[in-house]
Structure formats: C-alpha cells, structure tokens
C-alpha cells in the first residue's frame, strides 16, 4: 500500500433494505487533488462521501487513510482523520457568534475547564482573515449571506486541520462573484495540499476547478478521467449510459402574436420593467442571484405586491392582487424553491396533482375517484413519471419526478402563460432533457413560457428570446431567433456592460 | 413499505394492493396501532372485570366521550390545518353557561343553541383572524383568549353556576332517542358534517395543503389566512357544542368547568394519528384516540384505580402510543 494516496475507499457496498445504492465501489485521491464526483441523482455519489465523512457506515469494504486502515464509525472518527463536510444547507447555528461555531464542539478551555473565549476569538480571527474575509469573529451569523456562512464552514475546515475536504453542491446558491470568490479558495487550499471532493451538476465548474472526474451511476464505478483529457459529452454519456450528443436538441421555436405585456412594472424589488411575450415562444430570464428575476415572477403572479405599472393579457388589463387572480388570467408559475413552494410532500401525488382542478371532480359534496385517477394518469404518460399509485407520497420521489408532478399541477389547469423558475435545478441530467423537450412540446401547443435560469447554457439554448436582469431592471431582451447569443455577451449586459440600458 | 418499493419497479406486472390505493385501507393502516390498542384494552377490562361489558357501563362510557368528541374534532381540524386552539375549555364553560342562561329565559331550545354556537363562532373568528394577520404563534393567541375567555364566564355568571330549571333543555344531556343517548346522536351528526367537510370539498383539501405546507398552498392561490379563520371557527363552534350538551348534562352552567379539557382532546387528536406539524389526521382516527381516552378513565375507575395515580398512567399510555407512532413513519422513511 503506496501513501501516495490521501485516502483511499476499496469495494464499498451499502444497501438500505433491499435497495443496493452503493455496489463494490472504489475510489482514491491523491493530495491536492480536486476530484469532481458525477452521476445523476441517486447515483450514489452523497451515499458515499456520507460514509467517507462518518455519516453512514459502510456495510462492506474497507477505507485506508494515508495507507493505513482506518474505522469511520461516526462524524467524530471523520474529523480525527481530517475529512470535513461542507453540506449543501448550512449548518451553522444563527444566534452565535462567528467563533463560538467554528469552534462548535470542540471549544477551547482554560485552566478551570472553562470556555476560553478570548483565545477562541483569536484563532477564529486568524482563520478568517486568512480566507480574505472582511468578517469579525465576535459578530453574529444571523444577518451573514449565504456565500459567507458557506466560507465560514469552510473557516472551521481549515481550523480544524482538514486534509480531505467534501464540497458537495457549494455553488447552489451562490452568485456569480461569490462562486469566483470560493473557486479562488479552493485553489488556495488545494496548493496547501488538501484532497477535496466536489458534488455538482454543472458540468461547466467541473471542468473550471476540478483536476479529475469519478462518475457514479446506479452505485456502480463507471469511470474516472482527466478533465483536460475529457468531453462534456463522453462524462454525461458515462453518467446516463448510453450515447448522448446533446441534452439540448430542440429547435428553438418562434413566437407567434403578442399575449402578454408588461408596461413600466414597479414593486419593492423590480423597477420599471417592460416586454412582451409571444404565443408559444419561450422567454428567458437571465441575469445574477438576486438580480430581481424571482421577484419579477412573483409579482406577475401575485404574491409581491405591485406598486405601479400595468399588466395585459391577450388585449385586457389584468389586476393582479392576489395568485387567484393571476391563475384565473391563466398565468401559472412553477416556484424556484420545489419542495417549500410548491409541493405537499407529505400528501399523495394524487392530491398534489390535481389541486388546481379540484372543482372537476369535487362536487356536490362527492368525490369522483376515477375522475381523479384519470387526471393523474393522463400526466403520469405524457410526462412519463414514474411513480408506485395515485396514493404514494409526493415526498417519496425523485427530484425530477417531483417536479414533474409540479409542472403537471399547473398544466392541468391549462395556463397560457407558463413562468417556470430554475426549472431544473438539482435535477439529474435525464430528467432535464425531458423537461426541455416538455417545455419545446408546450410552447409547440401555443403554451408561452418565461424560464428562468442561472445556468446559461440552458438559457442560450431552449430560449426564442433572452431577457436580461441586472439589481432589479431589465437590462436588455436579446432576439436569438437567427444567430445565437453568446455567454459572453449575456454576461456582459449582466453585470452592466456597454450595451446595457440599466 | 417494502411493497409499495416493488411496485415502483415492476408497475404493471402486478395491481398495486388496496392497502396502497383504496384511502379507507390507508386510513386503517395508518390507525392500526390505536385501533389494536383499543380493542386490546376493552378485552382486558371484559375479562378483569365483570362491570365493564355491560350495557349501562358502555352507554356511560358513550355519554362520557361526547363531550371530549366535540372538541377533539375541532381541535383535529385546527391540527391538521397547522394550528392549535387552547381556548376550547374555556368555551365550554362560556358556551354552557351562555345555554343556560338563555333556556332559563324562556327561549325556545333552537335559540339556546344557537346562540351559545355563535359565540363559539365569534371567538374562533377571533383566534383565527389574529392569528393569520399577525401571524403571532397560535399557542400564545389561544392561550390568550382561553384566559379571556375564562373571565367572560365568570362575569356573565358572578362566579356562581346557574341552575337550569328547563326541562327540555335537561334532557339535551340526558335523554335518549330509540335508545341512543342524545349527545351520541349529536357526535355522529358532527362525525358525518365534518367529514363531508374535509374529505368532500376544495375547502377540506386546502385546510390539510395549508398545514402541509402553507407556503406552497399560497403559492397555489390559496387564500390561507382566509383557511385558517375558517378552521378556528370550526374550531369554536365544536367547543361550544361541547359545552351547550354539557351543561344540559349538569343542569347548570358552570363558569369553572373545562379547566384543560384541551388537554384530553389533543391528547385524542395525537393518538388518532394527526400531526402536530399540520397536514395529516384524520377525524376517524380521533373517534378512536376519544374512545381509548374514555374506556381507559372508565376502566380505571372500575378497576378502583387511586385518582391520582389515573393521571400518572394516562400521561404514560399517551407518551407511548405517540412513541409507537413515531417509530412506525420513522421505519417507513427510512425505506
């Protein structure tokens, strides 16, 4: 056993009841290495970082660190051999101070066995200034972003000695800058010699920070290459096993007459906002984090008030106070957030998905059961969810199967005007190609579709037109029916270059 | 839970069982383990005693339940709707002596009923619209209007109970219709509304999609403060029916009583299976928690039980059976 390895993990297995997630896998990573952990959700991949950070214990197999054999039997044996868990929800605990939770746990003591506050404040000080961060230890997390709390986990990972540092989904929520900002530490990290895995969906990172690429699918090892000796197209073929030129493949469809305008709309978090969309185009809605694109969904849907401005539907003017009014104009909107806003994850699918139809089959003070089952069997085949019956738990499915029931909540009640937010977020790569044929088959039918989305290259390819965001104002609205947009250019409205109008 | 994972492989190989799609069956599976308890401890007390099975006894233990029924249904529906209502025992007390009040002024019974359910009304109303408007915690706005409340009742009757001396309204509590006890025929008429309410409209869907998760209801134009009042009024109603059928029960309106009979019913609402964080329950499942809570005071009554030694094994069957509970949706979960 060579030590030329940080750790090393040999035929790890793991089953939950009869349910084999991880099967014999291998996997080994050299100091200073960024290792990219891919395959598509339920591959595998949070199976086996859990159990390399103490989390789940493997059923077989055997893990060695720094050549030696080593027991994980829980988070603290984890921490003893260096590995340190960044989660993709922080972790922190609000009401206390920076330094109280990088020393969460393991609080330094003085002589009389008590807290030593000031010495905690000291190191946790240093262990911020040395990750460039304009923070003071004695300051409260409630109130930090969240790109801040994340660098504080990372604080209390470097603190804590960490050789082996898992990343997983670290950008999910972070803005553009933000994401630059932890990309430059983990550089910096990996030059002082710590191991890291990092778990994300978005191939584009993978090849910006990660030195090499282990792909899971159905607990299996498929492989492991090399980013600069591999093709965005062979990993996504690796990870859905079988040939895949392009996830995209739609025509991007052209738009018919103008359906909806928006003139001048003004609330808390948007101004001054005015486009058109057209009849079975798909509109989409780039921009930063926080550049007001939510915002502007939510106002057109009726959750944030409207201060001033008009909206108009098909030649009237719409008055939209409320969702209600905005679902009875036909305009309905698939959240960004899934599981909070917009599933009942412990109710059945069934509930879920006919909620705005209820009127179709509740009448009278009688249910109409076969009614009901015929609704969801109709979007159970034409979205191709996968699911046990009618009764299963929403909460019980995949991510893209959930939001499959959400998207099909809405189209039974036959919207014009469909606003999908960060539709495919963590969603594995199968389940997004189907949502962009769903979304190219709606816009097909005469459905328009606003999408909005962080991730450009989705964006760039599904849209008839781009619309471009930036701290709250409409920058620009790019035609992309001839020559396609570049990232760049996209970028560059963005964050307010020439041609920018805000 | 290991057959519904079959099913999601193979699904047209096999029909999926009635216990994954027919409601009722899920409804049973879900209440299986106080529908066991029940049954167990009636067959104990029928064979370590020889009062418990006897008709007279069973009518008693009937009698006994309506009151905490009532209330437990409406306290189902706030639970459900992610809520809570302490004031209901205060209610009680308010709405009885209310009742009594007006049969001893001659009014006819219809009105000495109504008038004590729109009372109940106006203080479901209250609780729900402070509630959804301030979005202040329901524990602490209840709380609230359950010590208010308890004031109302004593001010309307100088801290006396008021003697009933109409013999109609007395029988409201007494009296039988071909032989079922009145307040019986009244609980299943509340059982039959209610879950026509809840299982057979939009509005009942939105109650159990506001406490499932209010903000996704919102975000599928439900009007959820709107939900919320309604349900606190349901709320306040049942309490008073509680306590109008009390009352009668008593012959008088007493300001004091109801001291936490909020307890017993949240008590019956949580063994029954619905969910302190909203969402989930059933009124079937209460009817069940209800009658555990009656046949175990009844038999521990009849089996001489010390009093206060009653309430120490009652905290400890409710502990356990919500343990039980818990344990079997963890073991479901996990998968």
Redesign the interface.
């Known amino acids: 056993m060579s030590v030329e390895y940080v750790f090393e993990m040999k035929d790890i297995t793991k089953a ?4 084999v997630v991880l099967d014999g896998v291998s996997i080994s990573i050299r100091p200073g290495e960024v290792r990219a952990l891919m395959g598509e959700n339920g591959a595998g991949k949070s199976t086996l970082v859990k159990i390399l950070g103490g989390i789940f214990s493997a059923d077989s197999g055997t893990v060695f660190m720094d050549g030696q054999e080593a027991v994980i039997r829980n988070v603290d044996d984890a921490r003893r051999y260096g590995v340190s868990f960044i989660h993709q929800e922080i972790t922190n605990v609000p009401e206390m101070t920076i330094a109280e939770n990088i020393f969460l746990g393991r609080e330094p003591k003085n002589h009389f066995k008590m807290v030593d506050y000031r010495k905690m404040k000291q190191e946790a000080q240093i262990a911020l200034d040395e990750l460039g961060l304009m923070l003071d230890a004695g300051m409260l997390i409630r109130g930090l972003s969240v790109a801040q709390q994340q660098m504080i986990e990372i604080a209390r990972a470097v603190n804590e000695g960490a050789k082996i540092l898992i990343l997983d989904e670290p950008t999910a929520s972070l803005s553009h800058s933000e994401t630059e900002n932890l990309f430059a530490q983990i550089e910096r990290l990996k030059n002082a010699g710590v191991a890291m895995i990092y778990i994300s969906h978005r191939m584009e990172e993978t090849f910006n920070v990660c030195d090499s690429v282990t792909v899971l699918r159905d607990g299996k090892f498929i492989g492991t290459r090399n980013t600069n000796e591999t093709t965005e197209n062979e990993l996504i073929s690796m990870m859905v096993g079988r040939e895949f030129n392009n996830i995209y493949g739609n025509k991007r469809v052209v738009g018919g007459a103008v359906i909806m305008e928006v003139k001048n709309l003004t609330t808390k978090k948007v101004s001054n906002i005015s486009f058109t969309l057209k009849k079975g185009e798909i509109l989409g809605f780039s921009g930063l984090v926080g550049a007001g694109r939510t915002e502007l969904a939510l106002a057109l ?1 009726g ?1 944030d008030s409207i201060q001033s401005g008009e909206v108009w539907m098909e030649g009237e003017k719409l008055s939209i106070t ?3 009014d ?2 009875s104009a036909g305009i309905a ?1 698939v ?1 960004e ?1 899934r599981k ?8 059945s699918i069934g ?1 879920n998905l006919t ?2 139809v ?2 179709e089959f ?1 009448n009278h ?3 109409d059961r076969k009614k009901e089952t015929e609704i969801v069997d109709e979007f159970k085949q034409k979205l191709s969810i ?7 738990l929403a909460g019980e499915l995949s991510g893209g199967n959930q939001q499959k029931i959400v998207i099909s ?1 809405w189209l039974a009640a036959k919207p014009k005007v469909l606003i999908l937010d960060e539709p495919t977020r963590g969603i594995d790569v199968g389940a997004k190609a189907e949502i962009y044929k769903l979304m190219h088959t709606l816009a097909g039918e005469g459905v328009s579709i606003i999408m909005i989305s962080s991730e450009l290259p989705e964006i760039i390819n599904n849209s008839s037109r781009i619309a471009i965001m930036r701290e709250g104002c409409l920058a620009g609205v790019l035609d992309q029916q001839e020559t396609e947009i570049s990232q760049e250019t996209i970028m560059s409205y963005a964050v307010g270059g020439e041609h920018s109008v805000c | 839970m290991l057959n519904r994972k079959n099913q999601a492989e193979t699904p047209q190989l096999k029909a999926p069982s009635l216990w994954v799609i027919n409601p009722f069956f899920i409804w049973l599976k879900r209440n299986m383990a106080a529908m066991i308890a029940l049954v167990f401890l009636c067959i104990v007390l029928s064979i370590s005693t020889d009062t418990f099975l006897v008709k007279n006894n069973l009518f008693s233990v009937l009698r006994q339940v309506c009151v905490n029924c009532f209330i437990a249904f409406g306290i189902t529906c706030v639970l459900i709707c992610g809520g809570i209502d302490l004031s209901v025992g205060s209610v009680v007390a308010a709405a009885g002596v209310i009742a009594v009040r007006c049969g001893n002024a001659g009014l006819p019974l219809i009105v000495c009923i109504l008038i004590p359910l729109m009372f109940g009304a106006v203080i479901g109303f209250f609780n729900g619209f402070v509630i959804s408007h301030t979005t202040l915690p329901a524990f602490i706005v209840t709380l609230s209007t359950q010590i208010i409340v308890r004031g109302i009742s004593y001010i309307l009757t100088g801290g006396q109970p008021a003697q009933s001396n109409n013999e109609v309204f007395n029988n409201m509590g007494v009296g039988s219709v071909f032989g079922i006890p009145i307040p019986v025929v009244f609980v299943i008429g509340a059982f039959i509304i209610l879950y026509f309410i809840m299982n057979r409209t939009s509005f009942g869907r939105h109650v159990y999609a506001t406490g499932g998760n209010k903000e996704a209801a919102r975000y599928a134009g439900v009007d959820t403060k709107w939900i919320q009042v309604r349900v606190f009024v349901i709320s306040g109603v049942m309490a008073a029916l509680a306590g109008i059928v009390l009352a009668a029960r008593l012959y008088s309106g007493q300001p004091s009583v109801g001291e936490g009979f909020e307890r017993d019913a949240i008590a019956a609402s949580v063994l029954g299976g619905t969910s302190f964080n909203g969402g989930i329950g059933t009124l079937g499942g209460t009817m069940v928690g209800v009658l555990i809570i009656g046949v175990l005071n009844n038999g521990m009554n009849l089996l001489k039980i010390n009093s206060y030694w009653q309430f120490v094994v009652k905290g400890i069957v409710i502990l356990g059976a919500v343990y039980v509970d818990y344990l079997k949706k963890r073991g479901s979960l996990k998968k």
């Not at chain 1, 939950?16 to 349910?19: D, E, I, L, S």
């Not at chain 1, 909070?340 to 109710?347: A, I, M, R, T």
């Not at chain 1, 996968?386 to 299963?392: D, V």
């Open positions: 939950f009841g009869r349910n849907f959750i409320k969702p209600r905005a679902i909107l959240p957030e909070e806003q917009g599933l009942f994850l412990e109710h509930t909620f705005q209820l009127s509740i003070l009688r249910v996968k699911m046990a019956s009618t009764e299963q909540k």
